[in-house]
């Protein structure tokens, strides 16, 4: 469990550094959001670093722990490109989350 928060975690703070800017930071210069962005995922890489070596260290998989970050990073970004970007959710969004969800049956089944 503390591998699932972590990444969640990780990945609040990696979808704001990559997609902040859409909305309100397109007039800013290029260089000063690269350089915010890197900030902010300077702080991800805090909680996704041991996250990942959390999840190994207590058995999971590198695949395991990828397919985890994927669908929680879609989880993170869906939520974000809702609440702050403004963009309706499609039922494309809930067929794509369906086959992310499969992948981690896939890949936790049998364990």
């Not at 190994?56 to 695949?63: K, V």
């Amino acid at each position: 469990m503390p591998t699932i928060a972590l990444l969640i975690i990780s990945n609040l703070f990696m979808t704001v550094a990559w997609y902040w800017h859409l909305k309100g930071g397109m007039n800013k210069p290029i260089l000063a959001v690269i350089l915010i962005s890197w900030s902010i995922a300077l702080v991800e890489y805090c909680f996704a670093v041991p996250a990942n070596r959390i999840g190994f260290a207590s058995g999971w998989t590198p695949a395991q722990l990828k397919i985890v970050q994927e669908v929680i990073a879609l989880t993170v970004f869906g939520g974000f490109m809702v609440l702050y970007l403004g963009e309706p959710l499609h039922w494309r969004h809930a067929g794509a989350a369906l086959c992310m969800v499969g992948a981690v049956l896939f890949l936790f089944g049998g364990k």
